[in-house]
């Protein structure tokens, strides 16, 4: 969980530059993803639905992002069904921005030409 958290703080600190925004951002969604299946596969969570989250939560994502992991880093050995939730709803709050950035970068990118 910790590579995790680093990797969120990482594209906070990534977003001047796109390229490496969009990498890291991935990276800690992946790496977010696999905190999930490893609580899920260790405690039992495998058919758990995912919780609901919020389309509209407001403010900076990867600080809201951020702060789920805290919450699922402290309450993992004394509540870990919450930590597995705040777990999951960081994967869902980076796969949405990373997919915002994506289709961003695509609705930006001159169209080619062929000759």
Do not use: C
């Not at 990797?7 to 992946?30: C, G, S």
């Not at 596969?41 to 509209?56: H, M, R, V």
Request: hydrophobic fraction near 35%.
């Amino acid at each position: 969980m910790a590579k995790a958290q680093a990797l969120v703080r990482e594209a906070q600190n990534a977003r001047p530059d796109k390229r490496a925004f969009m990498l890291t951002l991935w990276k800690a969604a992946a790496e977010t993803e696999y905190v999930a299946f490893r609580i899920a596969s260790t405690l039992g969570y495998e058919d758990y639905p995912p919780p609901n989250i919020d389309e509209d939560q407001g403010g900076d994502q990867l600080e809201i992002a951020e702060h789920l992991l805290k919450e699922a880093h402290k309450s993992l050995a004394q509540q870990p069904q919450q930590s597995y939730e705040s777990v999951r709803k960081t994967v869902t709050i980076l796969r949405k921005l990373y997919g915002a950035e994506e289709k961003g970068k695509k609705e930006s990118a001159p169209e080619t030409v062929d000759e």
